[in-house]
Nanobody, 122 residues
Framework: EVQLAESGGGLVQAGGSLRLSCAAS????????IGWFRQAAGKEREGVSC???????FYTDSVKGRFTVSSDNAKNTVYLQMNSLKPEDTGVYYC????????????????WGQGTQVTVSS
């Protein structure tokens, strides 16, 4: 069974950094794109970043220059390095696997992790 597991969330002050991990099992990263989405309380899930199986990366405008997505195929893990965090980055962060990258539409994602909470205090 395909599984994704996020980790690395926590509480951080504005301006701080966190690195999220998305560990994949029962499939390899060269078969899927991995997207990061977040959901704040009472809001829709929104796309943050995506990395294709070939290593191309995409970001939503609000995180460009602050977040970096990368993958380590040897560890079958995708990372989201988040710097200069802002209170509006607060939410539950999910990683998902899809055949094609998208940060605008999560309906194409076949598998999801359980999420990890990120809280940025002002």
């Amino acid at each position: 069974e395909v599984q994704l597991a996020e980790s690395g969330g926590g509480l951080v002050q504005a301006g701080g950094s966190l690195r999220l991990s998305c560990a994949a099992s029962e499939f390899t990263l060269d078969a899927y794109a991995i997207g990061w989405f977040r959901q704040a309380a009472g809001k829709e899930r929104e796309g943050v970043s995506c990395i294709t199986s070939g290593g191309s990366t995409f970001y939503t405008d609000s995180v460009k220059g602050r977040f970096t997505v990368s993958s380590d195929n040897a560890k079958n893990t995708v990372y989201l390095q988040m710097n200069s965090l802002k209170p509006e980055d607060t939410g539950v962060y999910y990683c998902g696997a899809a055949l094609f990258c998208s940060t605008k539409d999560y309906s194409g994602y076949d598998y999801w992790g359980q999420g990890t909470q990120v809280t940025v205090s002002s």
